[in-house]
């Protein structure tokens, strides 16, 4: 195990009294190898930074032996016993076979019990059809979410990255598992722990868990001129350096007139504010989920000093960048009074 970071040596560390935690990973023929290698990761990335084994696992599965995942990764599994051997945590990681839901009674009885039970995309969306009522909002990967509005009524459907109802988190997986795990482990970590372990990921941001799905291009019919596409790209891209608006719609051979026309019918904004508008986003992102100096964050979003970062901020969101970051706690999962990080 690696040795931890020196910086944690003068930083508040966990209770070396906490004990250690189980998850069970329960996989399925054909199962998201990426979700996986994503569970285990930082798993293993936050046991180094602890310098101790908080976390462990081990792999479950309907049909015990040799399981192999979509891209040809293999997993030993043991055999999923109703509610014999629950862990502490059991996630259900996506792939055709977790659609069958085949897992649902030991995840019922994770429920009883008061243990999270956590449903990776095709596994929650298996959970939402067989469930028509839940007590909670649900979400899933967006593929299924139009799918799933357009071949029934599921009224606390949602977007978001992930939701809790009463234990049961459903996840959009893929990708975003990442930020997932990160606000799994995150009650067990400090702030300084956290923000490093995302570093660690090479996460430049890690989203909450009510951030919205990406959505697909087709659903903005305004991101159908590519020059509007190359614009937002090309704002982003610059936030440390804002280009003037003369030189954005002299790089996509827009006029400002034009650009004016198509961001206020698509965004309901002028080009300029929507530019701004984003650098205080990153700025608020970089306040949050990071520890740089309030300087380094001003030069990298584009603001010249602290004070016109803060005057921007606070124009934004009605509180300083120092409000914002004198909080107690990194906040990843955002269910009521579950999964905060000290």
């Keep these: 195990m690696g040795k931890p970071d020196t910086r944690f040596d003068v930083a508040a560390q966990i209770d070396s009294n906490v004990q250690s935690r189980m998850i069970e990973i329960h996989v399925a023929k054909g199962f998201s190898g990426l979700e996986l290698t994503s569970v285990t990761h930082v798993l293993a990335t936050a046991n180094t930074l602890l310098a101790r084994d908080l976390f462990s696992w081990r792999f479950s599965t309907n049909a015990p032996g040799i399981i192999a995942s979509d891209q040809g990764t293999l997993v030993r599994a043991e055999p999923a016993i109703s509610d014999h051997r629950l862990a502490d945590t059991m996630i259900v990681v996506g792939g055709k076979g977790a659609a069958t839901?085949?897992?649902?009674?030991?995840?019922?009885?994770?429920?009883?019990?008061?243990?999270?039970?956590?449903?990776l995309s095709d596994a929650a969306t298996a959970y939402i059809t067989v469930t028509k009522a839940p007590s909670g909002r649900v979400t899933t990967h967006w593929r299924d979410i139009t799918k799933l509005s357009e071949t029934g009524y599921y009224p606390k459907l949602t977007t978001h990255l992930s939701e809790n109802s009463d234990g049961i988190i459903t996840a959009a997986g893929a990708g975003a598992t990442l930020e997932l795990m990160v606000g799994l482990v995150a009650p067990y970590l400090t702030s300084v722990q956290v923000a490093e372990l995302g570093n660690h990921l090479l996460l430049q941001t890690i989203r909450k868990s009510d951030a919205e799905q990406p959505r697909c291009m087709a659903d903005n019919e305004g991101l159908f001129d590519a020059r509007l596409t190359d614009?937002?790209?090309l704002m982003e891209d610059t936030v440390n350096e804002p280009?003037?608006?003369?030189?954005?719609?002299a790089h996509v051979g827009f006029s400002t007139r034009h650009m004016e026309r198509v961001f206020r019918k698509t965004f309901n904004d002028t080009p300029a504010r929507f530019y701004k508008r984003l650098r205080v986003k990153r700025a608020r992102t970089m306040i949050e989920e990071s520890l740089l100096p309030m300087i380094d964050v001003a030069i990298a979003c584009g603001f010249g000093s602290c004070t016109t970062l803060a005057k921007a901020v606070k124009a934004e969101y009605g509180v300083t960048p120092s409000q914002m970051r004198s909080r107690k706690s990194i906040q990843v999962l955002t269910y009521a009074g579950r999964q905060t990080a000290r």
């Design 101 to 119: 839901g085949t897992w649902l009674p030991r995840a019922r009885a994770m429920q009883r019990r008061a243990r999270t039970v956590v449903l």
């Design 243 to 249: 280009m003037s608006m003369n030189e954005i719609t």
């Design 231 to 233: 614009v937002i790209r």
